[in-house]
C-alpha cells in the first residue's frame, strides 16, 4: 500500500526544504517508495482531523494501512526499518547509524532550533545582542564536535544511512550561516547529501507545492 505524508500547504520556508517533511520525502526516495501528499494548510493542522494524526498539531504525518505516524526522525526510523537502503545489515553498523539518528535530532537539532527561534522571533528584544553569542556558541561546539568527528569521511559512520539523512537536513537549517561555513568537511558533508539523486527528487517535489502555490 503506497503511504500518504502530509506537508505544508503554504510553506514558511518558502521551498527551500526546510520544512521537516523534506526527511521524509527524501528518506522514501532513498528506498524507491511511492508516496502521496496530502497538503493541509495551518488551520486544518489543528483541528481535531490532523491532530488525532499528530496531536501537537504539526507535520508530518504518515498513514500506510491502519498505521499512523509523526515525528520525522520516527518516520524515517519507521521506513529505514521497512525497506533496504537506509540502514545497515550488520547489526551493530544498524545500532550505530540509528544512534547518529538520535544524535542529528537531539543533541545537534536542538541548539541550531533554539538559535533559529531567536534570530526569528526575538530580535527586538533589548536582551536580544546579549544572547545571540551565547546560542552561536552552543551550536559552534555542536559543529566543532561533529567536524572533528567526521573529519575526511564521506559519511559518518561507512556508508549512507539514515543517519547522515538526518544529519544533513540538520545542518541544512544553518542556510550557510557563517557556523557552518567555519566547517569546510561539514560544508562539504552536506553537499554530499544535496547531490544525491533521490535527495534532488525529493526536494523538486517539495519545491513544486510552494511554487504552484504561490
Not at 526522525?73 to 547489526?91: E, F, K, Q
Not at 533554539?114 to 526569528?120: C, D, G, N, T, V
Amino acid at each position: 500500500m503506497k503511504p500518504t505524508i502530509t506537508a505544508f500547504e503554504r510553506s514558511p520556508d518558502r521551498g527551500r526544504g526546510l520544512a521537516r517533511d523534506m526527511r521524509v520525502r527524501w528518506a522514501l526516495e532513498e528506498v524507491g517508495q511511492p508516496y502521496d501528499v496530502r497538503l493541509v494548510s495551518f488551520q486544518a493542522m489543528k483541528e481535531p482531523a490532523h491532530r488525532a494524526l499528530h496531536p501537537f498539531g504539526q507535520i508530518p504525518t504518515y498513514e500506510e494501512g491502519g498505521l499512523a505516524l509523526f515525528e520525522s526522525g520516527a518516520i524515517v526510523l519507521h521506513i529505514a526499518g521497512r525497506h533496504a537502503g537506509l540502514l545497515p545489515a550488520d547489526a551493530d553498523a544498524r545500532a550505530r547509524a540509528i544512534a547518529w539518528m538520535f544524535s542529528a535530532l537531539n543533541t545537534v537539532e536542538s541548539p541550531i532550533v533554539e538559535r533559529e527561534a531567536a534570530l526569528l522571533l526575538e530580535r527586538d528584544k533589548p536582551w536580544a545582542a546579549q544572547r545571540q553569542p551565547i546560542l552561536d556558541e552552543r551550536v559552534g561546539v555542536r559543529l566543532r564536535e561533529l567536524s572533528s568527528r567526521l573529519g575526511e569521511a564521506d559519511w559518518l559512520d561507512g556508508a549512507f544511512s539514515a543517519g547522515d539523512l538526518l544529519m544533513v537536513t540538520v545542518l541544512r537549517r544553518l542556510g550557510g550561516s557563517h557556523l557552518l561555513d567555519a566547517h569546510s568537511n561539514l560544508c562539504a558533508y552536506v553537499a554530499r547529501g544535496e547531490a544525491r539523486p533521490a535527495y534532488q527528487r525529493a526536494f523538486a517535489a517539495q519545491l513544486a507545492v510552494f511554487t504552484g502555490a504561490a
